[in-house]
């Protein structure tokens, strides 16, 4: 059996501290080169051992960018989606041996009778096609809308993969439900197999991780520590970053720093004993969407800073932590460009490399200030 990660040298003391609230602060300057443009609303990348990066279009395209000679054309075998509002072709990550098997991984919100729901396949990847194509996991909240699919995709240092599922909107309350997947957090092995140690293996939904999740957005291993972090939307207000743990109650919609988009109170509380509270939450909503810890040679003064895109406020921004393990403070970056931020990501060489949510996407370098 395996045994769960060992939280070491935590990066947060947010039991004792209590949630904090973080609204915008100043702006500093970066070097920005803009790689490609013309992707119909990309949504996730993933760097490859072979210098590739692959990046998802949300209307169900897949392409591969190539420095030096740009990106290629749609990759054959990507599987029909249903490319309705939120919902498409989302995530993509390597298999960690993707070296010795080329293999990757993708979500999507994939077609079925009564609607949809947040599937996730493996594919082998090679010469521009995605071949052997086959749903690993596909979830049960079956849903006909277009809204809270989640699909964030994350493997940790024992290889096991963790996707997020968002409630699908007018399911909220489901969130609390560990028999189902809506707004959870599950954990597979790569073949879609459940992990033993899960918490939740004696109820229906066995693939359950953590639970009482609304729409997560973002999702990430912290490189040193191998802690899962998880940052959602809230409704108005309160969207939140989490600390995830197996089987923890993160509180949606019993507890919540937000309201409804009509004005009306969703829950008149914040705090709930077995219920977490997350490390920090936004008032107003900054919409956060891609989320990667900051480890390279190129900014040398972000090691351990939390990096998050925002859609809403259409920026970059950096967390950064004190001695402690809180968060500190917020810095802004790519306002002047007034994109929406859709994914960021840490390259091998140290930059960093951001997708832009708009029907000209664009995929950006970003390098200190020169």
């Excluded at 119909?40 to 990046?55: A, K, R, S, Y």
């Excluded at 594919?123 to 096609?129: F, I, K, L």
Aim: aromatic share 10%; net charge negative; charged share 25%.
């Amino acid at each position: 059996m395996k045994q769960p990660i060992k939280q070491v040298a935590k990066l947060t003391a947010l039991a004792l501290a209590g949630a904090v609230a973080f609204s915008s602060q100043a702006t500093e300057d970066v070097t920005v080169n803009e790689l490609a443009s013309g992707l119909d609303h990309p949504w996730g990348m993933t760097f490859l051992p072979t210098g590739e990066v692959l990046i998802t279009e949300r209307s169900g395209q897949m392409r591969a960018f190539q420095f030096g000679s740009g990106l290629s054309a749609p990759l054959k075998g990507v599987p029909k989606v249903v490319a309705n509002n939120q919902g498409g072709l989302l995530d993509v990550i390597a298999d960690p041996d993707f070296t010795s098997n080329q293999t990757i991984y993708f979500c999507y919100s994939r077609p079925t009778e009564g609607g949809s729901s947040s599937s996730v396949a493996s594919a082998t990847y090679t010469a521009g096609e995605l071949k052997n194509v086959k749903d690993i996991f596909i979830a049960d909240s079956v849903v006909d809308n277009g809204f809270h699919f989640g699909c964030r995709l994350a493997f940790d240092t024992e290889n096991d993969l963790y996707v997020a599922l968002g409630d699908r909107y007018k399911y909220m309350k489901e969130a609390q439900n560990t028999d189902n997947h809506f707004g959870k957090i599950v954990r597979i092995e790569k073949d879609g197999s459940v992990p033993k140690d899960n918490p939740f293996t004696d109820g229906k939904a066995p693939e359950v991780y953590s639970y009482g999740h609304r729409n997560i957005q973002g999702l990430t291993v912290h490189p040193d520590t191998g802690e899962v972090w998880a940052m959602e939307h809230g409704p108005k207000g309160g969207d939140e970053i989490n600390l995830i743990e197996a089987g923890n109650n993160y509180g949606w919609p019993v507890i919540t720093y937000g309201i409804d988009y009509n004005g009306d109170i969703i829950s008149d509380k914040t705090h709930q004993e077995g219920m977490e509270q997350p490390v920090l939450y936004w008032n107003p909503s900054i919409a956060p969407s891609g989320m990667t810890f900051y480890k390279g040679d190129v900014f040398k003064a972000w090691q351990g800073d939390l990096l998050v895109g925002a859609l809403k406020f259409r920026h970059l921004r950096r967390i950064s932590f004190n001695d402690k393990g809180e968060p500190e403070s917020q810095t802004e970056y790519l306002k002047d460009r007034n994109e929406r931020v859709r994914d960021v990501e840490v390259g091998p060489n140290g930059f960093i490399y951001v997708l832009t949510d708009e029907d000209n996407g664009k995929l950006l370098q970003v390098m200190p200030k020169l």
